[in-house]
């Protein structure tokens, strides 16, 4: 019996064998062949762009400092050539190199350090757009997500930012300086007026970003758009959706004195608060430009606290923090700079209420409770804070700004744009 078991599964097997079809190759190439495909191919699409490619590139998460206009040409040997409008000169280039690797797919690196294009990732910070430590948190390493001759989309690897590149065609430089000529046109316009018919909404500019508030059944509502600047005006990154209608771009009007940006039947026009400037800038102090007041409480702290103590005051200045904070930031010789924070509330355009929060560095803390700057800072905190009027010298771009306290006329504190050292002798 067993013998006969043994002759049928011999039979059955030469049957399967003889009726088993050749077997197919269903996965064809291996993997590590189609990703060094998909980055040759890749590769020459990037180098395909004679004339180099216009990227429009948002650094940080969040977009926080809008976008900017970066010029890349990729070449045969890994060199790439790199100009932007963020250095302010349209002439300006780097060469540094990129490659292509295989990193969960087809990954772009700029992989040397080049003196524009990195500028965006460096923590140094070196334009102070950023924040000290971090910089402006952009990526060098991007994620190809479609390549082909119209069109290359990128994702960032840390900030997920999707950048496009389309390429360009004319002279670099005509290109940057026309982007750059109109920055300087909008950048130094701090807030707008929104108005499309009836509807109206206030609109600050911080960097390349409108924030936007307007109300909507009684209520505040808020929209942040980044932006990047064109030839003719700027461009929002996502369509802005307003009142009914979706704006993607608004272009500049060279009309009136400052000129105001439209798109169709909406139109921002400039305003240029007193307050905002305060806000959203370094001014310094001097003994010689308080009042009466003032020069009563900083004289007392430095005969009482900094003249026995042998302490030399180099420096007092406001500084921003946040949208609605100022830091009374000083430096003593011997003293690491001190540092206290204030809430500032703008009531109109051209006031401001000045009120100390309880809080600040170690140092600011120090001098706060052991050498009397609670003197110090009485004339624009007073117990519960100080109202004051606002006066400039030039309502557009002031060097001056004068603050009156509506409570008491003899406080007046003059401070300067420009840097003023050694306050007790100027």
Same mark, same amino acid.
């Given at each position: 019996m067993k013998k006969y078991i043994y002759l049928f599964f011999v039979a059955f097997s030469l049957l399967m064998v003889a009726c088993t079809p050749e077997v197919e190759d269903i996965f064809g190439e291996n993997a590590a062949n189609r990703i060094e495909k998909r980055m040759a191919a890749d590769k020459a699409v990037l180098t395909g762009a004679q004339n180099g490619w216009l990227m429009e590139y948002y650094p940080a998460s969040g977009q926080i400092y809008g976008g900017y206009n970066v010029l890349v040409l990729f070449k045969e040997d890994g060199k790439v050539t790199v100009s932007a409008d963020i250095t302010g000169v349209a002439t300006a280039q780097a060469t540094s190199t990129y490659r292509l690797k295989e990193q969960a797919g087809s990954t772009l690196t700029f992989d040397t350090y080049n003196d524009i294009f990195h500028v965006f990732s460096d923590p140094s910070n070196a334009l102070q757009i950023g924040s000290d430590g971090l910089g402006m948190e952009g990526d060098y390493e991007f994620t190809v997500m479609e390549a082909t001759a119209e069109k290359v989309v990128l994702q960032g690897k840390k900030t997920g930012n999707t950048i496009i590149m389309t390429p360009l065609n004319g002279s670099w430089t005509?290109?940057? +300086?026309?982007?750059?000529?109109?920055?300087?046109?909008?950048?130094?316009? *701090?807030?707008? !007026?929104? !108005?499309?018919?009836?509807?109206? &909404?206030?609109?600050?500019?911080?960097?390349? !970003?409108? &924030?936007? !508030?307007y109300q909507e059944n009684g209520e505040d509502k808020d929209i942040t758009v980044p932006y990047i600047m064109t030839a003719t005006g700027l461009k929002c990154m996502e369509p802005l959706e307003l009142n009914g209608k979706s704006i993607e771009t608004l272009d500049f009007q060279d009309v009136g004195e400052d000129g105001q940006l439209v798109s169709g039947d909406v139109i921002l026009t400039p305003?240029? *608060?007193? +307050?905002?400037?305060?806000?959203?800038?370094?001014?310094?102090?001097?003994?010689? +430009?308080?009042? &009466?007041?003032?020069?009563?409480?900083?004289?007392?702290?430095?005969? +009482? &606290?900094?003249? *026995?103590?042998?302490?030399?005051?180099?420096?007092a200045a406001f500084t921003p923090n946040a949208s609605d904070e100022l830091i009374f930031y000083w430096v003593c010789k011997g003293y690491n700079p001190g540092m206290l924070l204030f809430k500032v509330t703008a009531i109109g355009d051209d006031q401001v209420k000045i009120k100390f929060a309880l809080n600040g560095n170690d140092v600011g803390i120090l001098f706060y409770q052991k050498l009397g700057w609670s003197y110090m800072i009485y004339p624009f905190s007073g117990d519960d804070g100080v109202t004051f009027t606002l006066t400039v010298d030039d309502i557009k771009n002031p060097s001056v700004i004068t603050m009156t306290d509506n409570a008491e006329k003899a406080n007046v504190i003059t401070l300067q744009k420009e840097e003023i050292l050694d306050p007790f002798d100027k």
């Open positions: 005509e290109y940057l +300086n026309g982007v750059i000529e109109m920055d300087q046109k909008i950048s130094r316009i *701090p807030q707008f !007026t929104y !108005t499309d018919g009836n509807f109206k &909404a206030s609109v600050v500019q911080s960097y390349r !970003t409108l &924030a936007i !508030t305003k240029f *608060p007193l +307050n905002y400037f305060l806000m959203n800038g370094d001014w310094y102090f001097s003994f010689s +430009n308080m009042g &009466a007041m003032g020069q009563f409480y900083w004289n007392y702290v430095k005969e +009482n &606290a900094l003249d *026995p103590n042998e302490i030399h005051l180099s420096m």
